[in-house]
């Protein structure tokens, strides 16, 4: 083996952007927050169209080009991966999540530090569309840096968005004195049937995407190019966004109703709510938020058996429209005190009377879960449920929310949560060169 392919296996090199179609085609729109318009399509919120040039075979890649020849705009779509916060949160939601957690098995800090060094400048390629190194080394005997299954279908929207556990901020890399204030696993709470192999994790990889297939690269080439220095822990492949952004159709959840009505919406609710401020005792978590990621098995055969009666009253909420039971489009405020003789129209024990910020001192999470199936169990019922994500800027936030609902849900006859975890998200990277973590290691 040469020393210039030794320099491209992919636990040695630095990743780095190649030429080629798709960097040509895809440049990305890094420190650009604005919407922007071509051949008739309008992105949403954040959502860039990429500047583009000729291929050197004379092939037309712009944008107009691109569309008139049937492409679609989410080939284009890319986000910008540098700024104050990361992708994956205040994204308008894709329609594919894998989501992955890790646990450390690097010895030193060192080795930490480089890990979080490559993911950080790999993420900031492939978001952009580009591989992570070369898909075709010079060299016959050279192996592919990229495994290169999504080398020309651009960047699909992509966000990936990295957390650290609290296991990352015990003993072992000496970060101790970096761990954020009241940053510990999640209390039990009444309901769970939490299984190990589903719950915690050192670190987290979100990637969420318009193509699985890109979502599924992502992940799969940061575990690659850290592979003797972490190991996955537990994946969720989600698929069928199951909460809605501004401007979005509210998709439905696997028990068939709108999911995502109500949610963390203004750059107001995202500041009161979602950012992390200084009570974390971190600089790096200023602008930072923590997740919370929940896999939730659902009944399904059991919920199908139900009457459409009762499924309303489990959630509040009518299931064609998805209005509350005290009105009737699906955007009207919830009235928590209308009543019919006396009863309240939408029940105290509905879901969405145990979560509301209205029945709550105000506490609001942005949830941003994702519908998931595992194919069959072993006795052939469906096993599928929600993988449920939420971002809010303290945990306790979730843990409000969970007591109540594990308590007294009624929707808790039909979903078992079975996984587990939190993890504190650092705030964005300011601009190319700096990574994730990178204050841990001065
Ligand atoms: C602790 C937080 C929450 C968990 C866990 C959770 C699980 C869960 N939710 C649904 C379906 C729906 N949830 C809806 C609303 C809703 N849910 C939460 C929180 C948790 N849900 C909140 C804060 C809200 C908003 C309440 C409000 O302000 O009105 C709805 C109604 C539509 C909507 O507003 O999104 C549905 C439907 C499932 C199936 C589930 C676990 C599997
Ligand atoms: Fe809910």
């Known amino acids: 083996m040469s020393a210039q392919d ?64 049937g492409e679609a705009a989410n080939d284009l779509l890319s986000y910008p991966y540098y700024g104050e916060h ?7 939601p894709q329609n594919h999540l894998v989501f992955t957690s890790f646990d450390v098995r690097a010895t030193s800090a060192v080795e930490l530090q480089l ?47 990295l957390g650290f556990g609290p296991s990352l901020f015990d003993g072992r890399f000496g970060l101790e004195k970096f761990k954020p204030l009241n940053f510990d696993d999640l209390p039990a709470m009444a309901g769970e049937s939490l299984n190990p192999a589903y719950t915690g994790g050192d670190l ?39 909460s809605a952004g501004p401007a979005q159709k509210t998709p439905r959840n696997l028990l068939g109703f709108k999911d995502g009505t109500r949610n963390v919406s203004t750059p107001d609710d995202f500041a009161q709510h979602v950012w992390t401020g200084k009570e974390a005792g971190q600089p ?26 009762d499924q309303q009253s489990i ?11 005290s009105g009737k489009l699906e955007h009207d405020v919830p009235n928590f005190h209308a009543t019919e003789g006396n009863d309240p129209l939408i029940p105290a024990d509905a879901h969405m009377s145990l ?24 006795v052939g019922r469906l096993d599928a449920g929600l993988m449920f994500l939420c971002f809010q800027k303290d945990p306790e936030q979730f843990v409000k929310l969970q007591r109540k609902l594990g308590l007294s849900d009624r929707l808790n006859e039909y979903i078992r949560h079975v996984g587990s975890a939190v993890f504190a998200v650092p705030a964005g990277l300011p601009e190319a060169g700096n990574y994730y973590g990178k204050e841990f290691f001065r």
């Open 355 to 378: 979560v509301a910020h209205e029945n709550n001192g105000g506490t609001k999470v942005l949830r941003r879960s994702y519908n998931f199936t595992d194919g069959l169990d072993s």
């Open 86 to 92: 990361q992708g994956g949160i205040a994204t308008p």
């Open 204 to 242: 987290c990889i979100q990637a969420c995407a318009n193509d699985p297939q890109v979502a599924y690269h992502a992940v799969r080439n940061l575990a690659r190019m850290a592979r003797t220095q972490v190991s996955t822990k537990w994946t969720v492949l989600g698929f069928g966004r199951a």
């Open 315 to 325: 959630f509040g909420r009518t299931k064609q429209e998805g209005a509350p039971l």
């Open 115 to 161: 890990v979080l060094a490559k993911w950080s400048a790999a993420m900031a390629e492939m978001t952009a569309g580009r591989p992570v190194g070369k898909v075709e080394p010079t060299r016959e005997h050279g192996i592919p840096v990229d495994t290169g299954e999504v080398f020309d279908t651009g960047p699909q929207g992509l966000t990936l968005t």
């Open 6 to 69: 030794r320099h491209e296996s992919p636990d040695s090199a630095p990743p780095r952007p190649v030429g080629g179609v798709s960097r040509r085609r895809f440049l990305g729109g890094a420190g650009t927050a604005t919407a922007a318009t071509a051949g008739g399509f309008v992105l949403g919120a954040g959502g860039v169209l990429a500047a583009t040039a000729t291929t050197a075979s004379g092939e037309d890649t712009s944008p107009a080009a691109l569309l008139t020849r």
């Open 284 to 309: 790096w978590m200023e602008g930072g938020t923590y997740l919370v990621a929940r896999k939730i098995h659902m009944l399904i055969e059991t919920w199908d058996e139900d009457t459409i009666g």
